[in-house]
């Protein structure tokens, strides 16, 4: 069975929004600069789990580019791994948690990241079904549903979840110190210590070395002081202040719809 198209339509009822900064009215245009994610009223902050909760569990964690998800969501694949996902970077497997871009972002313009949200969206609601395909059903591959979906957006977004990374922030820029590839980070600050130093001059922060300056300008530039012209959202710093964490980072996050019809039975049949 083919499926050519993939049609999404964001549904926001009922639902009060704090439009911090971003006007949800404005469709048209350029993003708009130095804006906030959109946070539903009662958005929920995930902090950090003792012990190994989510042992046994397999996350996969997406990107058409080795700067996405370091960049916007290094801080959370951290925690969910130290808390006893199975973390894996693309992989065919039964997932049960996925990170990826949001296929309702606001303001998306690159077409890898559009199209790698709406394949994936797709993908995830096929996965659990068990109607369709069924040539993979005799070749023994079982529905396996995605419970947890944690999408993060460049630029504005309608957020309802922020997730404490304090514990994992150097975590965080060691990933995006490995990635010297592709994107702002990698060795971008001993490249600025060095062009500095051409012109007599220094940042403090900077430290030093080229290892302590690529650092501290992941941290305090790339992730925070500089981050909307960097990334194209709020400072992971600023969005931590905002809840009384130091650092976090916002997502659109889809967890599993449980059933209330059991508890409305038991409260509320009679014997007849």
Not at 158 to 176: G, L, Q, T
Request: with cysteine.
């Amino acid at each position: 069975m083919k499926r050519r198209d993939f049609v999404s339509e964001f549904l926001v009822g009922g639902t009060l929004l704090k439009t911090r900064g971003f006007n949800i009215s404005q469709r048209a245009g350029s993003p708009p600069q130095g804006v906030s994610p959109t946070l539903t009223e009662g958005v929920f902050v995930e902090r950090a789990a003792s012990g190994k909760p989510h042992a046994g569990k397999v996350l996969a964690a997406i990107q058409p580019h080795t700067d996405d998800i370091p960049i916007f969501a290094g801080g959370t694949v951290a925690k969910l791994v130290g808390e006893g996902y199975t973390g894996y970077l693309i992989r065919f497997l039964k997932i049960d948690t996925i990170v990826c871009y949001d296929p309702w972002g606001i303001y998306e313009e690159n077409p890898d990241h559009y199209v790698t949200a709406q394949v994936v969206e797709a993908a995830c609601w096929m996965a659990g079904m068990d109607l369709d395909y069924p040539e993979q059903m005799a070749a023994g591959l079982q529905p396996h549903a995605v419970k947890g979906k944690y999408y993060f957006a460049r630029g504005p977004q309608i957020a309802n979840r922020v997730v404490d990374i304090s514990p994992w922030i150097d975590r965080k820029v060691e990933a995006n110190l490995a990635n010297k590839t592709q994107g702002p980070c990698g060795e971008n600050g001993a490249r600025l210590r060095s062009r500095l130093a051409s012109q007599k001059l220094r940042l403090p922060i900077l430290g030093p070395d080229d290892d302590a300056a690529n650092r501290a300008y992941i941290k305090n530039i790339v992730l925070d002081y500089d981050s909307l012209s960097q990334r194209g959202v709020l400072s992971d710093r600023e969005l931590g202040r905002r809840f009384g964490l130091e650092w976090a980072e916002a997502f659109h996050y889809i967890g599993p719809q449980e059933s209330q019809l059991e508890r409305y039975i038991s409260e509320r049949a009679v014997a007849i």
